[in-house]
Antibody
Framework: EVQLLESGGGLVQPGGSLRLSCAASGFTFNIHGMSWVRQAPGKGLEWVSTTSGSGSSTFYADSVKGRFTISRDNSKNTLYLQLNSLRAEDTALYYC??????????????WGQGTMVTVSS | EIVLTQSPGTLSLSPGERATLSCRASPSVNSRYFAWYQQKAGQAPRLLIYGASSRATGIPDRFSGSGSGTDFTLTISRLEPEDFAVYYCQQYGSSPYTFGQGTKLEIK
C-alpha cells in the first residue's frame, strides 16, 4: 500500500525557514518523480515543485523560485522541501504527491494528507 | 505559463443526473499531459483521469475524460452521492504545472 507521510510544518515568522519531509513507502521510491503542491485555506491547488526519480531534474513555481528547494534522499525514501524567506502568502497545507512514472511530466497518482505551514508574526 | 480556466465555478445537480465539467487551456496543452482530480472536503486530492481520457486505478467507469488542445471535459455519467466534491484540471507537460481554479459540484 502506497503511503506518503508529510511532516515538518508549523508556525514560523515572516522571513523564517522550515524543512518539510515526506516519508514514502509501499512503492519503489527511486523510480518515481515526486512533487509538492500547496493549498491555502479555502483556496484551490497550487503546484509548487517537482523532481525526477533521481533528483537530477527539478522545477519550481515562479512564486517560490529562489526561496524553496526540493530534494530527495532515495536511500531513505524521503522527499524534502526547504522553505526559506517565508512570507504570509506561503501559508498553506503542503501536500507531497507521487508521480505516475520516473520523469517529471507525469500525473500525480497518489497524495499524502499534507502538513500545515503558517507564516505569521 | 499555461492558464487553465474551469467552468462552471459551481454546478448544482441531483444524484442520478449527468455532470459535465469543462476546462479551457491557454495556450493549448498536449492531451498526453492533462489530468483531472477530485477533492472531497478535508481530504487530499485523488487522481481520476490522466492523459486526458485514461481512468486512474480504481476509478469507476461513470467518470470519463475527453478533449484535446484547448478544450477538455470531465463527464460523470450518473452522479452518486459520493461524487459531490471539488474537481480540478491540471496540465503537467510544461512547467509551471498549473491547476485550474476548481469546479464545485454540489447537491441540488
Amino acid at each position: 500500500e502506497v503511503q506518503l507521510l508529510e511532516s515538518g510544518g508549523g508556525l514560523v515568522q515572516p522571513g523564517g525557514s522550515l524543512r518539510l519531509s515526506c516519508a514514502a513507502s509501499g512503492f519503489t521510491f527511486n523510480i518515481h518523480g515526486m512533487s509538492w503542491v500547496r493549498q491555502a485555506p479555502g483556496k484551490g491547488l497550487e503546484w509548487v515543485s517537482t523532481t525526477s526519480g533521481s533528483g537530477s531534474s527539478t522545477f519550481y513555481a515562479d512564486s517560490v523560485k529562489g526561496r524553496f528547494t526540493i530534494s530527495r534522499d532515495n536511500s531513505k525514501n524521503t522527499l524534502y522541501l526547504q522553505l526559506n524567506s517565508l512570507r504570509a502568502e506561503d501559508t498553506a497545507l503542503y501536500y507531497c504527491a507521487k508521480l505516475f512514472g520516473y520523469y517529471t511530466e507525469e500525473a500525480f497518482d497518489f497524495w499524502g494528507q499534507g502538513t500545515m505551514v503558517t507564516v505569521s508574526s | 505559463e499555461i492558464v487553465l480556466t474551469q467552468s462552471p465555478g459551481t454546478l448544482s445537480l441531483s444524484p442520478g443526473e449527468r455532470a459535465t465539467l469543462s476546462c479551457r487551456a491557454s495556450p493549448s496543452v498536449n492531451s498526453r499531459y492533462f489530468a483531472w482530480y477530485q477533492q472531497k472536503a478535508g481530504q487530499a486530492p485523488r487522481l481520476l483521469i490522466y492523459g486526458a481520457s485514461s481512468r486512474a486505478t480504481g476509478i469507476p467507469d461513470r467518470f470519463s475524460g475527453s478533449g484535446s488542445g484547448t478544450d477538455f471535459t470531465l463527464t460523470i455519467s450518473r452522479l452518486e452521492p459520493e461524487d459531490f466534491a471539488v474537481y480540478y484540471c491540471q496540465q503537467y507537460g510544461s512547467s509551471p504545472y498549473t491547476f485550474g481554479q476548481g469546479t464545485k459540484l454540489e447537491i441540488k
